[in-house]
């Protein structure tokens, strides 16, 4: 399993990424200062924390990569397919409402939070362009992995063939029970491919957000895409997971850069 360690930080890496002009991690939950239930390197500031923990927690985080503070941009996250080019470092300004940031400038880090959804990362190593995306089953079913490739190729001229794609640990589909709502999105959003991410088992139904995701790309022209397939609800020790522990927890940082 590729979790890497630096600064007592521990952090999840794409191996296909390791030799793209990039610094790019998933954190998992240690090696933070918060209590529980956000025990203990929670970056989440609308679960409960103390925002003087958090503020350390991110600082951990990226000191952990050799990526400053002052680098960072981010967003307040609300299960869309919308994205924000991240032209500079987001500073003072206040959070955009997004799911997708995508960014040429290697001065800025995009940093995105997560506890269950797909932590989606692509890197454009001919055009020297990052994405970075939100998918739980909603940015799924609105189709956020798509966005994010057509975001990278509108702005920066990226071809789909030549992007690398990574989906992070998330919710696998072993425990992401769902209901017949979810499955009508995905009808809408997947035609007839739509059952082909499902199971049922014991009469309920549950989500394969991995296979979709990876669909999602595949439809966009994406050839190079790497799955984790590791799940949250499975390892609570490593990772925070909102399904798993019922709400009451923390988020894990993801981060990509470019290094050129």
Not at 96 to 121: G, H, S, W, Y
């Amino acid at each position: 399993m590729p979790i890497r360690s630096a600064s007592h930080i521990h952090f999840f890496q794409f191996e296909s990424f390791t030799r793209l002009p990039v610094v790019h991690a998933i954190f998992t939950r240690e090696g933070g200062v918060s209590p529980a239930p956000w025990d203990s390197l929670n970056v989440g500031g609308t679960v409960g924390d103390e925002p003087g923990r958090v503020h350390a927690n991110h600082q951990r985080a990226l000191d952990a990569l050799q990526r400053p503070m002052g680098s960072l941009f981010d967003v307040w996250q609300v299960h869309s397919a919308e994205y924000v080019q991240a032209q500079q470092p987001r500073g003072e300004d206040p959070h955009a409402k997004a799911d997708i940031l995508i960014t040429a400038n290697p001065e800025v880090t995009l940093f995105m939070r997560f506890a269950d959804c797909v932590p989606i990362m692509l890197v454009d190593p001919v055009n020297k362009a990052v994405a970075i995306a939100h998918a739980g089953w909603l940015g799924t079913a609105r189709g956020a992995a798509g966005a994010a490739v057509a975001a990278l190729h509108e702005n920066f001229g990226s071809r789909p063939e030549d992007l690398y794609a990574g989906l992070g640990p998330s919710i696998g589909p072993d425990h992401y029970e769902v209901g017949p709502d979810v499955l009508a999105r995905f009808r809408q959003a997947f035609s007839g491919q739509a059952e082909a991410h499902f199971l049922k088992r014991n009469g309920s139904l549950y989500l394969d957000l991995w296979s979709a995701n990876q669909a999602q790309l595949h439809t966009a022209g994406v050839e190079n895409i790497e799955t984790a397939r590791i799940c949250t609800a499975c390892d609570l020790r490593r990772w925070f997971s909102h399904r798993a522990e019922k709400g009451k927890t923390g988020r894990f940082g993801a981060l990509i850069a470019l290094n050129i």
